[in-house]
């Protein structure tokens, strides 16, 4: 698993991570919404902190500078 995220990719992917955690701690977030947000915010997290996104693979994209 090679890694194809970069720095920014990450910060982003964990500030959306902090926003979600934050919305649903406070109640604005409930329900089927909440759960949605919830599992992107869990894929949001585990990528980020391995540094490989599945979903850049098959368009070949990568952000980590080479």
């Known amino acids: 698993m090679k890694q194809n995220m970069g720095t920014a990719d990450k910060v982003i992917r964990l ?25 992107v915010a869990v894929a949001f997290l585990v990528t980020s902190l391995i540094g490989w996104c599945p979903t850049y693979v098959p368009f070949g994209i990568s952000t980590k500078k080479k």
């Open 15 to 39: 500030a959306v991570v902090a926003i979600i955690a934050v919305l649903y701690f406070t109640g604005q977030i409930t329900g089927t919404a909440a759960i949605v947000l919830g599992i």
